[in-house]
């Protein structure tokens, strides 16, 4: 009996993913790598035929969209996700969420675990960062020996990393806006620099390789030419420092000088992007389609 009580319990927990886009289909092919049995469910085929088959996985990750519009952050897509979980699962959002948010979904479920786990993925090297993260952080929204089982749990499924941390959630969701919002203020200072460079009659490549060279500076978005433009754009960076900005404003709302700080960073992303017609189509989708109207507006004020 004890053997086979032992046994039982050293199974692999079947994981589910919830979201078949950059982020779930990459951490499900590193689970199935690593031998785990997955079940996956989108909207696109073929995995629309899984939609109650994901009610049997043990851990399901939550991979959806969290889009900000000009209406504010909308966590309705990960709401929905979280439902489809099983009764008594353990549902995981990696999702970006805004702090507070997974607290707000567990009360929504509360016949399931709902835990926060942020995820760090670039869509260039998504499958190399699935496989090789540099932290796993799982968020409580309860602080209980049962919600901490939970956590041990997914750590154990997640791969080897040289940091990890259980942690209250509202801390796991500061912890990736902490990181998208580094990101784009370095785009922001760097482009700043650029143009002082340029105007100066500086090397900008000469400034650069000194940059990459220097181990007190971090350089992943130091290079004020990115891609098909400048600015920092992409699916994550343009919506959540508009999310943050938003966040920050609503929770502090006597401190002015962050705000506009916040404020003047975020227009200098928008001047950038808007001059370099570089994804136009997601900055309207977070500011509406009046953002260039309105910009190319206050630009010629400007002058």
């Not at 479920?109 to 499958?127: K, N």
Request: proline letters at 5%; one cysteine or more; charged letters at 25%.
């Amino acid at each position: 009996m004890a053997k086979k009580t032992a046994a039982k319990s050293s199974k692999k927990p079947l994981i589910g993913f919830i979201g078949q886009g950059f982020v779930g289909k990459n951490y499900a092919d590193d689970m199935e790598r690593r031998g785990y049995a997955t079940i996956r469910y989108a909207l696109e085929e073929p995995y629309r035929s899984n939609k109650e088959k994901i009610k049997e996985a043990d851990i399901v990750f939550v991979c959806v969209p969290t889009p900000t519009n000009p209406k504010g952050f909308d966590s309705s897509i990960v709401e929905a996700g979280v439902g489809l979980a099983g009764k008594g699962k353990i549902a995981v959002i990696k999702s970006t969420l805004l702090p507070g948010t997974t607290e707000r979904v567990q009360k929504k479920y509360p016949d399931r675990i709902v835990l926060c786990s942020p995820e760090f993925l670039s869509v260039a090297t998504a499958a190399w960062d699935a496989a090789h993260p540099f932290s796993n952080i799982v968020g409580l929204p309860v602080d209980n020996a049962k919600y901490r089982a939970a956590a041990e749990k997914v750590h154990s499924v997640l791969p080897q990393v040289p940091f990890s941390v259980t942690t209250k959630s509202v801390e796991a969701e500061i912890i990736k806006y902490a990181h998208n919002g580094s990101g784009y203020v370095q785009v922001i200072l760097f482009n700043i620099m650029y143009d002082l460079a340029e105007k100066m009659g500086a090397d900008w490549d000469v400034i650069q390789r000194a940059i990459e060279a220097d181990p007190m500076v971090s350089n992943r978005y130091a290079k004020p030419l990115h891609k098909s433009g400048r600015g920092a754009g992409g699916f994550c960076f343009i919506k959540d420092f508009a999310a943050l900005r938003t966040l920050y404003e609503k929770n502090l709302p006597h401190d002015t000088v962050g705000s506009a700080a916040l404020r003047a960073i975020e227009h200098k992303n928008i001047d950038l992007l808007l001059q370099t017609n570089k994804d136009i189509e997601l900055l309207q989708g977070v500011y509406g389609p009046g953002v260039v109207t309105h910009h190319a507006h206050k630009g010629k004020s400007r002058r």
